[in-house]
């Protein structure tokens, strides 16, 4: 009788683990996934609106209006590494923002 009351209370005690991926149906934040093999959508800033520019995380109203804007003084952009010439991106922001931008060559 000891031995099952313990092994409940082992499950118990697992199921409330912040490292158990699943409680109560629901997954528990910070728990492993599995790697979902599809990359994130990418955003083309050459053609991209400051509405969809927004859609990437880390870019608010402001960055995609210096973003469009910087597009339509300077031109298109030829690699993602040039929008560290708009206002507001550096080195660290400009690598969070990387996966989820492309620029498409035109021609």
């Not at 969070?96 to 060559?105: A, D, T």
């Amino acid at each position: 009788m000891l031995s099952i009351i313990s092994a409940v209370l082992a499950v118990a005690v697992v199921l409330a683990s912040p490292l158990s991926p699943v409680v109560g149906g629901a997954e528990w934040p910070g728990a492993v996934q599995e790697q979902n093999e599809s990359e994130p959508k990418r955003i083309d800033v050459n053609t991209a609106t400051a509405e969809e520019l927004q859609s990437v995380p880390g870019i608010g109203t402001t960055l995609a209006r210096r973003i469009v804007e910087f597009r339509e003084e300077h031109g298109p952009f030829e690699k993602v590494d040039d929008l560290l010439n708009v206002r507001g991106i550096g080195v660290a922001s400009l690598d969070k923002l990387r996966p989820f931008l492309s620029i498409k060559k035109i021609g």
